[in-house]
């Protein structure tokens, strides 16, 4: 009798380990974030009396909370470029979305207050306007509007993805379509019969909660607000690039064609991730009205949603840290220049992202992780 060969083990699979979300070095850094946002910045701008080296100054609180807005817009950008590969130009469109939804509520709390003593916003009673249109029906309500600020942009960007993904667009034309989708958006908010306020759009906001917004208390609320945003969403991207989900974006971004033979519909996934930062940069809208105290279809032109991914290119993409150390440096070297220089900031822009582009095309992230090894 023949004896069969032995049956070979089969060995078990064994995954590799799941990254944790931040090392210690991490986390030290981001609690010590947290402290200064929370505690640091209020007390040296409440507290420190104003002659003091050590005082931040009222200036210097909206001009950092602005910038933190922006920065929960790149760091949107990074989670659908840096790690799915799909560059928007049109992100500026979700950000204004969440902060006209915003702002509509910001007019209402006005009440009659405003040029003309009317119930209705003053431009509406410039145009002879008897009533409310039908989409500012819940603009009184706050939590309304703190629903609309993110159901607006994701129901724009699921609409909007679901035809594009679905279509398999891709690449530059994709980027395309986003650009003459905000672009489209700008005009349609400029006519006055839209109830958006047209060239002008909002202003002159008053009250938050019935809580006057001119006082240096709320000014510090809307700050610490909007830092606790910024480091919960930069700890959420953390969080999503590492699950199995992050995981599958990086390999649709890396080889698509290989991730739909293995089994995997990309088409959720890249609706997901858009869904989730459009979302994102409404909210970042939603907290930059406020602080700027004006709301207007600028605030989606095209310039705006390309600066975005500047942002993101000069800090680093596919790092999260990168795009929101991009937006300050940007920034801050823009509100530097524009005192200083201003007719020589947008050769410094242009000449700033071509640089990034030929030299570093990792970012200043990547540029500090080079270093690093040649040190070691």
């Known amino acids: 009798m023949m004896k069969r060969d032995p049956v070979p083990a089969v060995l078990p699979l064994v995954l590799p380990p799941r990254p944790s979300m931040l090392s210690g070095r991490g ?48 760091l949107a950008m990074d989670l659908i470029w840096g790690y799915t590969g799909i560059l928007s130009l049109g992100h500026g469109l979700f950000f204004a979305l969440g902060g006209y939804a915003m702002g509509m509520y910001l007019m209402r ?36 509007t ?28 994709f980027s395309i379509i986003t650009q003459a989708l905000t672009y489209a958006a700008m005009l349609l908010f400029f006519r006055n019969e839209t109830g958006f306020g047209g060239n002008n ?29 910024l480091l919960a969403f930069y700890l959420f991207g953390r969080w999503l690039v590492a699950s199995k989900f992050g995981r599958v974006l990086q390999a649709i971004r890396d080889a698509e064609s290989r991730v739909m033979f293995s ?8 609706l997901t991730i858009w869904t989730i930062s459009a979302v994102m940069c409404g909210v970042a809208g939603a907290l930059y009205v406020p602080q700027v105290g004006i709301i207007n279809p600028s605030e989606m032109s095209p310039a705006n949603s390309i600066e975005i991914a500047i942002w ?54 990547g540029l500090v992780r080079k270093l690093r090894g040649s040190k070691a």
């Open 27 to 74: 986390w030290t850094a981001f609690v010590v974030a947290l402290i200064v946002v929370c505690a640091v910045a209020p007390l040296l701008n409440l507290y420190v009396p104003q002659g003091n080296a050590l005082h931040m100054s009222d200036y210097a609180v909206a001009l950092v909370g602005k910038i933190m807005c922006y920065a929960i817009c790149a």
């Open 109 to 144: 709390q006005i009440g009659t207050d405003g040029q003309y003593h009317s119930h209705l916003p003053d431009f509406m009673v410039f145009l002879d306007w008897k009533a409310l249109p039908w989409h500012w029906t819940f603009s009184g309500s706050f939590a309304a």
């Open 146 to 173: 703190l629903f609309l600020v993110v159901a607006v942009p994701a129901a724009v960007a699921f609409v909007f993805g679901f035809f594009a993904f679905r279509s398999r667009i891709k690449g530059v034309y």
């Open 312 to 365: 993101a290119a000069v800090g680093g993409r596919g790092t999260l840290i990168g795009p929101i150390l991009g937006a300050f440096i940007v920034n801050g070297a823009k509100s530097w220049l524009t005192v200083t220089a201003p007719e020589f900031w947008l050769y410094f822009l242009g000449a700033l992202f071509i640089a990034v582009t030929l030299f570093l095309p990792q970012g200043v992230v």
């Open 263 to 270: 089994g995997y519909n990309p088409i959720g996934y890249k």
């Open 201 to 229: 759009g909002f202003t002159d906001f008053k009250r938050i909660l019935d809580i006057p917004m001119q006082t240096p208390a709320m000014r510090m609320v809307l700050f610490v607000l909007t830092g606790v945003t």
